[in-house]
């Protein structure tokens, strides 16, 4: 009896030993996680301008980090309507907080509840050992969402997805055999990975007999590849009991009464699950969810940077073609040239938060120019062979009687429009070095500046540049006309 004694003390001392280690890896993971998350919100690298709009998104990231700080698991529910979604959570919290109602559809927006877990389980529990996640996990939040299948569903469906992204554990009642939507739905939050609980709901409203055949169908045929057998809880939240009456003409009737909820197996089941790994989920949970807000964060601040970027580029392409076309110095245009890429260099850097000295713009020009090869050796032709022409046809402009000037805008067009694509070649290859971080990446400028170079239309850039170039110019030169 001694050694049986001795060997339930040792088997008892292994099990806690075994929950220590584990509640330290799991105090490990939620550090781990709340200083990775703390480190996104704290250098999201946005200006004031890409900030607006993202308000939503950069509160989710702050949202998520405070219920890392407090250790929150979040319990969603899901469902058609009548399935008794609210009437589950009420009975867990042991207080009506969620709304009900015999009508259809009485849950219209996401509703949270704070769950005491310590008051949500009676002492007479037959395991009550799980008490300890109420040290463990500081609160547990109890999510109601809208029925998945009510009018409008479309953006209900749309809430309850968010919701099950962050939620740690899902709770999806029916309240009989499963519908096809229901299939379809449970298919659906299955694919978010998270633990969830399939709830039969609303027993008492079957014999045993049908009770269990139910029960049965829906574990062994409905949800098979779906959920095991233990994910399969079966409840009676605000059960129904039928209780003689006498009416007033003294004979008996019926009367059905609300009596105490049957959730035991259910609320002893969640405990089970964050028992044993409430912390790793919150950190895991909230991470990835975190992570999807912090790609769609990225993703947009590089849409908003893209497009400041292409204007700045576009704007360095037109200020250098007209600058070039004006200019009847060879030696000018390719002077100023070079300063209206540096200048567009330094300007890009800005945007995308990169600090540049205009010897660094310089340096990086010359590692462009070298790389892009065609097309910068054919602008220095163009500028040296167009100039001179474009030189003699201006000085020729008097003396012809303006018949010159024809011929002189359409060299400084050409000539403007060479400069102009060599100009956004340069603007794009530089969006792409500050965009990766002021890398080149594994292949080096050469194959960076191949591959972006390969993926212009130099024709339709041309004809664009030559469009608006010839727009501003005979603008410009019905204007002097005039003054003459």
């Known amino acids: 009896m001694t050694e049986v004694s001795d060997f339930s003390n040792v088997d008892r001392e292994l099990d806690d030993t075994i929950l220590s280690f584990a509640d330290i890896q799991a105090e490990l993971n939620l550090r781990r996680a709340k200083d990775a998350l703390r480190d996104i919100v704290e250098h999201l690298d946005l200006t004031p301008q890409e900030r607006t709009g993202l308000e939503p998104e950069i509160g989710g990231l702050e949202t998520m980090l405070d219920k890392l700080e407090r250790a929150c698991v ?6 058609m309507v009548g399935r008794g979604k609210s009437s589950v959570l009420n009975a867990l919290l042991g207080q009506n907080v969620f709304e009900t109602g015999p009508t259809h559809g009485v849950t219209r927006t996401t509703t949270i509840g704070q769950w005491d877990v310590g008051d949500g389980v009676d002492d007479d529990l037959p395991n009550p050992r799980f008490s300890p996640v109420i040290y463990r996990l500081s609160q547990v939040e109890l999510i109601d969402t809208p029925g998945i299948d009510e009018v409008d569903g479309e953006t209900r469906e749309l809430l309850a997805r968010r919701v099950a992204q962050q939620a740690d554990l899902i709770l999806f009642v029916v309240a009989g055999d499963i519908t096809k939507v229901e299939y379809q739905a449970l298919s659906q939050l299955r694919e978010a990975g998270k633990p969830m609980l399939l709830v039969f709901n609303k027993i008492d409203q079957y014999p045993d007999a049908d009770r269990l055949a139910i029960y049965h169908k829906i574990r062994d045929d409905r949800v098979r590849e779906l959920l095991s057998p233990d994910e399969i809880v079966m409840s009676a939240a605000s059960p ?4 003689a009456v006498r009416r ?9 009464t609300r009596s105490l909820p049957q959730v035991d197996d259910l609320k002893l089941k969640i405990l089970e699950i964050l028992d044993r790994e409430g912390k790793s989920l919150v950190a895991l949970n909230t991470m990835l969810c975190a992570g999807d807000i912090n790609e769609q964060l990225v993703q947009r601040k590089m849409e908003i940077r893209d497009a400041a970027a292409n204007r700045i580029i576009w704007n360095g392409v037109m200020t250098k073609a007209v600058a070039i076309a004006l200019n009847p110095i060879t030696v000018v245009d390719i002077l100023s040239g070079a300063v209206i890429d540096v200048v567009m260099i330094l300007t890009l850097s800005k945007v995308y938060g990169i600090p540049m000295t205009e010897a ?5 020009l010359q590692k462009i120019a070298i790389s892009m090869g065609g097309i910068t050796a054919g602008e220095l032709l163009a500028n ?3 100039s001179s022409l474009k030189g003699l046809l201006g000085l020729a402009t008097p003396a012809t009687g303006g018949l010159a000037l024809g011929p002189y805008i359409s060299v400084a067009v050409t000539q403007a429009a060479i400069a102009g694509v060599s100009c956004y070649g340069i603007g794009q290859v530089t969006k792409a070095y500050l965009a990766n971080g002021a ?3 594994d292949d080096g400028p050469k194959a960076v500046v191949s591959k972006i170079l390969a993926s212009l239309d130099e024709d339709s850039i041309l004809n664009r540049i030559k469009d608006e170039l010839r727009a501003k110019l005979d603008l410009g030169s ?3 006309h005039r003054s003459h």
Do not use: H, N
């Not at 660094?360 to 990086?364: H, I, K, Q, T, Y």
């Open 360 to 364: 660094g713009a310089v340096e990086l």
């Open 439 to 441: 890398s080149w990446g």
């Open 74 to 79: 979040q319990i969603a529910v899901f469902g």
């Open 384 to 386: 040296f062979g167009l």
């Open 248 to 256: 007033p003409d003294g004979s008996m009737g019926v009367k059905m």
């Open 478 to 480: 019905v204007e002097k």
């Open 240 to 243: 129904l009991t039928a209780q």
